[in-house]
């Protein structure tokens, strides 16, 4: 508008040129010579027709840039669009391979264990330094009940210890007032792992005698009934043997890595079959 406003009086001028020049030329026949007053206002004229002609063709060139920007604006918000739509494809496509990826580790599981399973997904957690539980999305509406065991993929997850209609609570191995019997299953030496405030287990009462080293694999005993035996529990990482008592300290890592959990399986056996 600021264009238009200053430059009001010439492009009114170039209008009214323009204009006289169609009225004369529409009025000039073919093949006659202009007369007197047709050259005197031709002459007239002609200082203006140039200046009126260049801010004709730069309004026309103006308006057209801006139309163009338009359209480039409004094509680049259309691709910004189909981009977004892409990555979004691209993003559920890789969350279906993993899941897919996943589901198949838990089906060897599954395999596995000599018993029914339920599946089901990890909804919430709760891994303050006093207490370390999963809360699933099954519950006593589909046959679960406290005490049964949780698997993951790679071995063994925790206990059962609270059940509603639609959710359980499970108490991870690496809670502190977790117990599961365990062997070492290289000599077959044999303790309770207990959950440590660290996010890592401990083999107890497991004597200075007993054959335990730093990589040995630690599953379950059976024994107690609560766990099938020979679920996967996790690693060795440190032993050491004191001067004085009949126990030694056996730090193990788990071989499942609770923070990353999404699925688990429901062991459908009671506890003590």
């Known amino acids: 508008m600021e264009f238009f406003k200053k430059f ?13 020049l169609i009225f004369y030329s529409l009025n000039i026949p073919h093949k006659r010579s202009a007369n007197i007053v047709e050259r005197g206002v031709m002459t007239v004229v002609a200082p203006v027709m140039k ?7 730069f309004v026309e060139d103006t308006w057209d840039n801006y139309l ?12 910004r669009e189909v981009v977004k739509g892409l990555n979004a494809r691209l993003v559920a496509a890789g969350e279906t391979e993993l899941l897919k990826q996943r589901l198949e580790k838990l089906l060897v599981m599954k395999n596995t264990v000599k018993a029914p399973v339920l599946a089901a997904s990890v909804i919430g957690e709760d891994l303050s330094s006093w207490f370390r539980t999963l809360v699933i999305d099954q519950g006593s509406s589909s046959g679960i009940i406290e005490g049964m065991s949780v698997v993951a993929a790679d ?6 210890v609270k059940v509603a209609p639609a959710t359980s609570r499970v108490l991870l191995l690496t809670d502190h007032t977790s117990g599961i019997a365990a062997t070492i ?14 996010g890592l287990c401990s083999l107890e009462f497991t004597t200075r005698e007993e054959d335990v080293k730093v990589g040995d694999m630690v599953i379950t005993s059976g024994i107690g009934g609560v766990f099938l035996k020979g679920i996967p529990i996790g690693e060795v990482t440190m032993v050491k043997r004191g001067e004085y008592g009949i126990f030694q300290t ?3 890592r788990p071989i499942v890595t ?10 459908m056996r009671q506890p003590y079959d």
Do not use: F
């Open 68 to 79: 163009n920007l338009v359209g480039v604006r409004q094509e680049n918000l259309r691709m």
């Open 185 to 198: 299953q290289r000599s077959r030496a044999r303790g309770v792992v207990k959950g440590k405030s660290d």
């Open 8 to 20: 009001a009086l010439v492009l009114l001028a170039g209008a009214g040129v323009l204009a006289a």
């Open 51 to 57: 200046p009126a002609a260049r801010v004709s063709g």
């Open 250 to 252: 056996v730090t193990i």
């Open 155 to 160: 071995g063994v997850v925790g206990q059962i």
């Open 258 to 267: 609770i923070s990353h959990l999404e699925e688990v399986l429901v062991v």
